[in-house]
């Protein structure tokens, strides 16, 4: 089973193949790096994971297709997260609000935004850093904001940023909940109910309490939401992510939809924030029975009839050319796009997956 992902975002996937947690795998699965994928002659029958969707440039997504047609209906080959179908964050969040599913919308900054109701938060459409601004409460402040953020310092790009009203699904004692869970393939499994004081629910600011663990465990048992979750990825032509939401009153809201999900701890990092005995013995038995559906989901999905002849792929010159040149650029920004990163804080969250 492959893995399809961005080479600088695979610790999603090395994080959990050098875990404990996949040491009882019964069934192959190796990343293989979308930069490497446009050097293929020729690629074997096996189950085909396309992920990484929101930071899929355009010239990687028509890569992503041209692979997909060309594996497609193939003997022993499933593919799940069709590029050409899968709704990405704005999109699925615009899709969604227009169908009353979602009671909060979403703009990007071409859109007029005198309809925007406040508060708001921006973000980046296509990374996972969260909120760049914390809760902006006027116009005023918006326009303030975003010139910051598009200021020579940030050099953000008006395309990459959209506007996000506030869903506020605090309970009368002021807590968040966030919800999560994994679609693969047809399997739906609760991953995450972590709560916080804070809008912005992260496992560093995460209440770890025996009582909020009995509702994590229910959650993950009573699966109540399968049904709804189920909907949402349809809506999204997603088979494989992890959909993040929150319940206001009784009705679900979807937060976004992650493609390349974190499946454990980072390969290797020693900065992971630190658990102590007792957090970790409450917070083990929703992970062990998240892992082991973990487990059981991926090993139904590979391919049924491995082995056979190699697939040919045949991947235009022109668009290897400009995905060639797409990488040497970036290769040559990440540093810049490192400092801007740590300037930002966007890597002040600690959790990275369990």
């Not at 406040?118 to 975003?146: C, M, N, Q, W």
């Amino acid at each position: 089973m492959y893995y399809l992902v961005n080479q600088e975002h695979d610790y999603t996937l090395r994080g959990y193949l050098e875990s404990d947690r996949s040491r009882d795998l019964a069934c192959s699965l190796a990343g293989l790096h979308y930069q490497r994928a446009r050097k293929s002659r020729q690629l074997p029958p096996s189950t085909y994971i396309f992920s990484d969707h929101e930071r899929l440039t355009p010239h990687q997504t028509e890569l992503a297709i041209q692979l997909w047609n060309q594996l497609v209906d193939r003997p022993g080959v499933r593919l799940l997260n069709n590029p050409a179908h899968v709704a990405r964050r704005y999109k699925l969040l615009r899709k969604l609000h227009e169908l009353g599913r979602n009671d909060f919308n979403v703009f990007r900054l071409d859109e007029p935004l005198d309809q925007v109701r406040f508060p708001v938060f921006v973000r980046e459409e296509r990374e996972h850093y969260g909120s760049l601004t914390g809760l902006i409460h006027g116009a005023d402040e918006l326009r303030r904001k975003l010139n910051n953020l598009l200021s020579f310092l940030q050099k953000h790009r008006t395309q990459d940023l959209i506007v996000v009203e506030f869903c506020d699904t605090a309970d009368e004692k002021g807590i968040h909940a966030k919800y999560s869970a994994l679609k693969i393939g047809e399997h739906i499994i609760p991953r995450y109910l972590q709560f916080s004081h804070d809008w912005e629910v992260k496992d560093s600011n995460a209440i770890i309490t025996p009582h909020n663990m009995g509702r994590k465990m229910r959650y993950f048992e009573e699966n109540p939401h399968r049904s709804w979750i189920r909907e949402t990825f349809q809506l999204a032509h997603i088979d494989y992510g992890r959909l993040d939401y929150g319940v206001l009153g009784d009705r679900l809201q979807a937060w976004e939809i992650n493609t390349n999900p974190m499946m454990s701890g980072m390969p290797g990092d020693k900065k992971q924030f630190e658990r102590s005995a007792e957090r970790a013995e409450l917070l083990e038995p929703s992970r062990s029975l998240s892992h082991q559906r973990i487990r059981d989901a991926l090993e139904s999905i590979e391919s049924s009839s491995p082995g056979g002849p190699e697939i040919p792929i045949r991947i235009p010159r022109s668009l290897s050319r400009r995905l060639r040149q797409e990488e040497i650029v970036h290769q040559l920004c990440r540093p810049v796009a490192r400092l801007k990163r740590g300037l930002l804080g966007s890597f002040r969250f600690a959790g990275w997956g369990d």
